[in-house]
């Protein structure tokens, strides 16, 4: 009788070790699926049951193991030692499975995880090197700016000495007919080293201000 209520009571924590292994077989398959669909996605709760049911299995396999011990009959014994460690090996297999299943998605995570941080860094690059293309777009134009300006500067100068060399052939021009007039009215000497003083007095002027133009148009370019 003893060994006929042990294996009643061995029964019933067979059949729950067996419906835990049957839903967590199912739960490790689901896991697969997930894994090998177009979204990889992860189920972290679903991983966690089939966790659960695992660890109880195992601890009902530690029960198993201490009722079929008692069963008098030898028979009955070695027949639910066998049962007790099938389902033991099925329990150890699952969780192996769901060990890799484990790795697998942290492996994929961190792969992920390295992808957006490359893309991030990359993302920074191009941004930089837009930004260095944008600084030197602005100085090209700045350059092209200051060169266009200097030309007008330029172009303003070589237009204010031709007006200056165009005022210099007229005053020799009229100094040549002052002089002549002069010859002709028979002015004194005085007067002629007078007009010659203002004549050089003038050419300095001249060159005077042709030098302050020049000057100024450097300092505009620099």
């Not at 089939?50 to 198993?64: E, G, R, T, Y």
């Not at 460690?85 to 297999?93: G, L």
């Not at 204010?160 to 009229?174: N, P, V």
Request: aromatic fraction near 6%.
């Amino acid at each position: 009788m003893a060994g006929m209520e042990g294996g009643g009571t061995l029964s019933e924590v067979y059949q729950s070790a067996r419906k835990l292994l049957l839903r967590a077989r199912d739960g490790v398959e689901r896991l697969e699926r997930f894994e090998s669909s177009v979204s990889g996605t992860d189920s972290p709760e679903l991983s966690f049951a089939v966790k659960k049911d695992i660890s109880q299995i195992h601890s009902l396999c530690a029960d198993m193991d201490r009722l079929w011990r008692s069963i008098p009959a030898k028979s009955q014994r070695d027949l639910w030692k066998r049962k007790v460690e099938q389902v033991a090996e099925e329990a150890d297999s699952l969780k192996d499975s769901l060990d890799k299943y484990s790795m697998r998605n942290q492996r994929r995570m961190l792969e992920a995880k390295e992808r957006a941080e490359l893309l991030g860094r990359a993302n920074g690059e191009s941004a930089h090197v837009l930004r260095i293309f944008d600084e030197e777009a602005q100085a090209m134009q700045s350059v092209r700016n200051s060169s266009r300006m200097l030309q007008e500067s330029f172009e303003t100068g070589t237009a204010i000495l031709s007006k200056y060399a165009e005022q210099r052939d007229r005053l020799k021009r009229a100094q040549r007919k002052a002089l002549d007039v002069l010859n002709t009215v028979g002015l004194s000497n005085s007067v002629l080293r007078l007009i010659e003083r203002r004549n050089r007095v003038d050419t300095w002027i001249k060159y005077v201000g042709m030098v302050l133009t020049i000057v100024i148009v450097y300092f505009f370019w620099k």
